[in-house]
């Protein structure tokens, strides 16, 4: 049973059927959020769908690529490629040293074949097979030849194609090469988030990611201690005149960023676009979102600074009308303050006087804020998440609809600062600057990965495109009548499977024949093969 078992697992069949299950069971993962890359995402489906949710996750589909079921695949996929190469490449080796097929005793059989008559000057016969086993190794074919036997005179048997099997053995040991380096980076490989304001610096060490998440087998001794700052973003924004709605749409995002591979390392200007990563200490640095940053400064009603810096502000469609949350947890009176609105880079009103963005660009940009104070809950140690806001436990300063109106900040000295009722303190505008949202990865799997990928396609022309051909060579007496020396070269082609190249090898074959002897003459050999022989043949 074993046996059989193992039998059935190293199959190609098999090794097929796996490689698709492999490719359905990564469905899920771009399906459903991921713990790996939005455990936040995961958190939040699971709340939306508390029953689903449940059974997905005791199933593994929010760990897809880490699950049991999913290593399975992988593994028996491993196992069963490797069971599968490891015997024919043995098999091939032996037949690729075995001499050619033995020598036909009757060429018409064959798909290709013929006879060509020798002239009276032609050479000896020796001389005649020295010529033709030449004549095939110019042509790339392995090459024997063989003294008369029987009623076989004296031939060459010659083969070629044999790399089109070494070239599937290729294909399959560069899958299996592919396994492993896909294993190799997930394991040892990480990834993080982080974002980036305008005079900002990223270094790389564990503390200075907004989010990581390591391989199994990370180690983080290994973080090369590389560092990244953001010098200016800019983005380039469509500006013809159209009425496709494509007006305003950005084209082009470029960061300028100042780069040290190390400690001891000159400092470089690099940039980083889109889908052109930066490229540091082993490591890729992509460029994967960006928006405003307000520059805020926040007083308490003592007058004291609370909290000054920029603010990341979340854009939310098109013209980067951005949600801004700021929360101020620690001032000299004890009170906390917090701030939630919009950041409208190009403020216009409407006829009800609702304020939007008209444009992505920083032309009038402000501040459309409510203040809050009260607990925000951070004192209990709860992570939360820095983007939203729960105001559950906050009292209302301002809002739209109470009597003290909304905050709303601009660039103007009237605007620059607002008096926060009730004597809780200020807030200011103080300027605008943009971020970034980079993403680093590194998988050490990666180089090898493309090499494998390389060699797999490498190997998968070579079992497409090289034929796997037979070619033998006989002299014989020529009782067809014809003048000449009374000798006659033979010859005959076969391939493994389809080649419809061979009747056209079998041409130049004749061609070159005829160059290499002059005055061969074609025989017309008539067939021996009945009827029945023909149609079975065929």
């Given at each position: 049973?074993?046996?059989?078992?193992?039998?059935?697992?190293?199959?190609?069949?098999?090794?097929?059927?796996?490689?698709?299950?492999?490719?359905?069971?990564?469905?899920?993962?771009?399906?459903?959020?991921?713990?790996?890359?939005?455990?936040?995402?995961?958190?939040?489906?699971?709340?939306?769908?508390?029953?689903?949710?449940?059974?997905?996750?005791?199933?593994?589909?929010?760990?897809?690529?880490?699950?049991?079921?999913?290593?399975?695949?992988?593994?028996?996929?491993?196992?069963?490629?490797?069971g599968?190469?490891?015997?024919?490449?043995?098999?091939?080796?032996?037949?690729?040293?075995r001499?050619?097929?033995?020598?036909?005793?009757?060429?018409?059989?064959?798909?290709?074949?013929?006879?060509?008559?020798?002239?009276?000057?032609?050479?000896?016969d020796?001389?005649?097979i020295?010529?033709?086993?030449?004549?095939?190794?110019?042509?790339?074919?392995?090459?024997?030849?063989?003294?008369?036997?029987?009623?076989?005179?004296?031939?060459?048997?010659?083969?070629?194609?044999?790399?089109?099997?070494?070239?599937?053995?290729?294909?399959?040991?560069?899958?299996?090469?592919?396994?492993?380096?896909?294993?190799?980076?997930?394991?040892?490989?990480?990834?993080?988030?982080?974002i980036?304001?305008?005079?900002?610096?990223?270094?790389?060490?564990?503390?200075?990611?907004?989010?990581?998440?390591?391989?199994?087998?990370?180690?983080?001794?290994?973080?090369?201690?590389?560092?990244?700052?953001?010098?200016?973003?800019?983005?380039?924004?469509?500006?013809?005149?159209?009425?496709?709605?494509?007006?305003?749409?950005?084209?082009?995002?470029?960061?300028e960023?100042?780069?040290?591979?190390?400690?001891?390392?000159?400092?470089?200007?690099?940039?980083?676009?889109?889908?052109?990563?930066?490229?540091?200490?082993?490591?890729?640095?992509?460029?994967?979102?960006?928006?405003?940053?307000?520059?805020?400064?926040?007083k308490?009603?003592?007058?004291?600074?609370?909290?000054?810096?920029p603010?990341?502000?979340?854009?939310?469609?098109?013209?980067?009308?951005?949600?801004?949350?700021?929360?101020?947890?620690?001032?000299?009176?004890?009170?906390?303050?917090?701030?939630?609105?919009?950041?409208?880079?190009?403020t216009?009103?409407?006829?009800?006087?609702?304020?939007?963005?008209?444009?992505?660009?920083?032309?009038?940009?402000?501040?459309?804020?409510?203040?809050?104070?009260?607990?925000?809950?951070?004192?209990?140690?709860?992570?939360?998440?820095?983007?939203?806001?729960?105001?559950?436990?906050?009292?209302?300063?301002?809002?739209?609809?109470l009597?003290?109106?909304?905050?709303?900040?601009?660039?103007?000295?009237?605007?620059?600062?607002?008096?926060?009722?009730?004597?809780?303190?200020t807030?200011?505008f103080?300027?605008?600057?943009?971020?970034?949202?980079?993403?680093?990865?590194?998988?050490?799997?990666?180089?090898?990965?493309?090499?494998?990928?390389?060699?797999?396609?490498?190997?998968?022309?070579?079992?497409?495109?090289?034929?796997r051909?037979?070619?033998?060579?006989?002299?014989a007496?020529?009782?067809?009548?014809?003048?000449?020396?009374?000798?006659?070269?033979?010859?005959?082609?076969?391939?493994?499977?389809?080649?419809?190249?061979?009747?056209?090898?079998?041409?130049?074959?004749?061609?070159?024949?005829?160059?290499?002897?002059p005055?061969?003459?074609?025989?017309?050999?008539?067939?021996?093969?009945?009827?029945?022989?023909?149609?079975?043949?065929?």
């Amino acid at each position: 049973m074993v046996r059989w078992a193992w039998t059935q697992l190293t199959t190609m069949k098999t090794a097929l059927f796996l490689l698709l299950l492999l490719a359905v069971a990564a469905v899920p993962g771009s399906l459903f959020p991921q713990r790996s890359q939005s455990p936040e995402k995961v958190v939040q489906y699971l709340k939306d769908n508390p029953f689903w949710g449940n059974v997905l996750d005791k199933m593994q589909f929010f760990d897809v690529f880490t699950s049991a079921w999913f290593s399975a695949i992988y593994l028996l996929l491993f196992i069963s490629l490797v069971g599968c190469v490891m015997p024919r490449t043995k098999q091939h080796w032996q037949a690729s040293k075995r001499p050619p097929a033995r020598t036909p005793a009757r060429f018409n059989r064959l798909p290709e074949s013929g006879a060509l008559a020798l002239p009276a000057d032609a050479p000896s016969d020796e001389e005649v097979i020295k010529r033709l086993n030449k004549i095939l190794k110019t042509r790339r074919y392995r090459v024997q030849s063989r003294a008369a036997q029987g009623k076989v005179g004296a031939s060459v048997g010659a083969e070629r194609g044999y790399s089109r099997e070494w070239g599937n053995l290729l294909f399959h040991y560069s899958l299996v090469g592919v396994l492993i380096s896909v294993a190799v980076g997930g394991m040892f490989g990480y990834s993080g988030q982080r974002i980036l304001v305008e005079g900002e610096g990223f270094t790389n060490t564990l503390v200075s990611y907004d989010q990581f998440s390591p391989g199994n087998r990370f180690n983080a001794e290994t973080l090369a201690p590389f560092s990244v700052q953001l010098n200016k973003f800019s983005i380039e924004f469509n500006r013809q005149e159209r009425t496709d709605g494509k007006y305003g749409t950005p084209v082009d995002y470029t960061a300028e960023v100042t780069v040290k591979d190390g400690p001891g390392s000159e400092v470089r200007e690099d940039t980083i676009k889109v889908n052109h990563p930066l490229r540091v200490a082993g490591a890729d640095v992509y460029l994967v979102g960006n928006g405003y940053a307000p520059v805020v400064t926040v007083k308490d009603s003592k007058g004291k600074v609370a909290y000054q810096g920029p603010v990341v502000a979340v854009p939310q469609d098109g013209t980067y009308m951005s949600l801004m949350v700021l929360k101020v947890p620690d001032t000299s009176d004890g009170e906390q303050l917090a701030f939630q609105g919009f950041l409208l880079p190009t403020t216009m009103y409407n006829a009800q006087g609702v304020a939007y963005s008209a444009d992505p660009d920083a032309n009038e940009p402000t501040l459309q804020l409510n203040s809050y104070y009260g607990d925000l809950g951070l004192d209990d140690g709860t992570p939360q998440n820095v983007y939203v806001l729960d105001t559950k436990k906050l009292k209302e300063l301002n809002n739209r609809k109470l009597d003290v109106g909304g905050i709303v900040l601009g660039n103007s000295e009237k605007t620059h600062t607002y008096e926060l009722p009730d004597g809780k303190g200020t807030i200011s505008f103080d300027g605008l600057k943009r971020y970034i949202g980079i993403e680093i990865h590194r998988d050490p799997g990666k180089a090898w990965v493309g090499t494998f990928a390389v060699l797999a396609v490498l190997g998968l022309a070579i079992s497409l495109f090289v034929p796997r051909r037979r070619v033998w060579f006989k002299l014989a007496d020529n009782t067809s009548g014809t003048e000449g020396g009374g000798r006659m070269i033979e010859y005959g082609l076969l391939a493994r499977g389809e080649d419809p190249r061979l009747a056209a090898e079998a041409k130049a074959l004749r061609d070159i024949l005829k160059k290499e002897f002059p005055g061969l003459t074609q025989v017309e050999v008539t067939s021996t093969i009945t009827t029945t022989q023909r149609t079975l043949r065929d």
